[in-house]
């Protein structure tokens, strides 16, 4: 089988069989075309372990450099793409041969309690604009939503009486997740300024509704990534905080606050949605506070 059709099968499969999200489906649409304008589409069982080196290689001698990071997404998916293609019993190259680069976990960046109070300060605001900027700001404190999570909430998703809502996480997987009442309040006073029908927690107040016929797109308005991540770039520039702070470094605080504060990291993992506990690890070599204090005490 040729590799296109191979790969157009594949994308099926993650798309149907195995619920992949449209994201997830489009990045190994991405990764594996590359990989076939590279190679060429040449039948699968002809692809050697020695061409998928040479896929690597150009990738790392490209004029724009790609991280091992990057590297690495592409190889994880050829990786994928063999082992799906072993289940479908052709013979392949086995995938388990395709060996990954090491990649060095990048240092956690958070912000500590006068950061957030200088952000929070910032956002200070009596427009709709500025106490939906605020109620982002504490939901992410709040929950340690990652912004593809936060963008894609209804505002039926919320219960104000328990406090909690469900939130669709990677591969489709739920968890629970729970409100502050800092972020309760604002969110209630949000929700009450907003004249509109529309289903999108938040959204954009800068187009007028545009008609369909007599429809209008209710969903257009659904505010993006983009601009949750212009919102919060610029409040932590006016806020004068030196770090480069993303809607991930919201993330960050959350966890390493959970944890400082005691809170052990199994549950953490499940309030953060990592599938393995080694992904929540990374938090613990900047939360050990306890530690800090028994070396303070004992040396």
Same mark, same amino acid.
């Given at each position: ?28 649409? #991405? ?21 998928? #080196? ?22 994880? @998916? ?37 950061? !957030? ?5 910032? $956002? ?6 500025? !106490? ?39 591969? *489709? ?32 107040? #800068? ?5 369909? *016929? @007599? ?23 006016? @806020? ?21 504060? *005691? ?9 953060? *949605? ?16 306890? $530690? ?8």
């Amino acid at each position: 089988m040729q590799l296109s059709k191979a790969l157009h099968e594949y994308l099926l499969y993650l798309e149907i069989e195995k619920n992949k999200s449209f994201k997830t489906i489009e990045n190994y649409q #991405r990764y594996l075309g590359k990989f076939i304008d590279f190679l060429g589409d040449i039948e699968v069982e002809e692809i050697q372990l020695d061409d998928v #080196r040479k896929f690597r290689h150009y990738m790392n001698h490209l004029p724009r450099k790609l991280s091992v990071n990057t590297i690495n997404y592409h190889l994880i @998916a050829v990786r994928a793409f063999f082992k799906y293609l072993a289940l479908r019993d052709f013979q392949v190259l086995v995938a388990d041969k395709i060996e990954l680069p090491k990649t060095i976990r990048p240092k956690v960046e958070f912000l500590n309690i006068d950061e !957030i109070e200088r952000l929070r300060e910032v $956002l200070k605001g009596d427009s709709i604009s500025d !106490i939906r900027n605020m109620a982002i700001l504490e939901l992410f404190f709040a929950s340690g939503l990652r912004i593809s999570e936060l963008v894609s909430l209804n505002k039926s998703d919320i219960d104000f009486k328990t406090k909690e809502f469900v939130i669709r996480g990677k591969g *489709g997987k739920l968890r629970p997740a729970f409100l502050t009442p800092e972020a309760c309040e604002i969110l209630q006073i949000y929700l009450n300024r907003r004249k509109d029908n529309f289903k999108p927690l938040f959204i954009s107040f #800068r187009f007028k509704p545009s008609f369909v *016929g @007599a429809k209008i797109e209710l969903d257009k308005f659904r505010l993006s990534t983009y601009r949750v991540q212009e919102i919060i770039r610029k409040a932590s520039k006016q @806020a004068g905080i030196i770090k480069k702070v993303t809607p991930h470094t919201l993330r960050h605080s959350f966890a390493t606050k959970l944890l400082n504060n *005691g809170a052990d990291i199994r549950s953490v993992q499940e309030m953060l *949605g990592h599938s393995s506990v080694s992904t929540t690890q990374v938090y613990l070599h900047v939360t050990n506070k306890k $530690l800090k204090e028994i070396h303070n005490k004992f040396s």
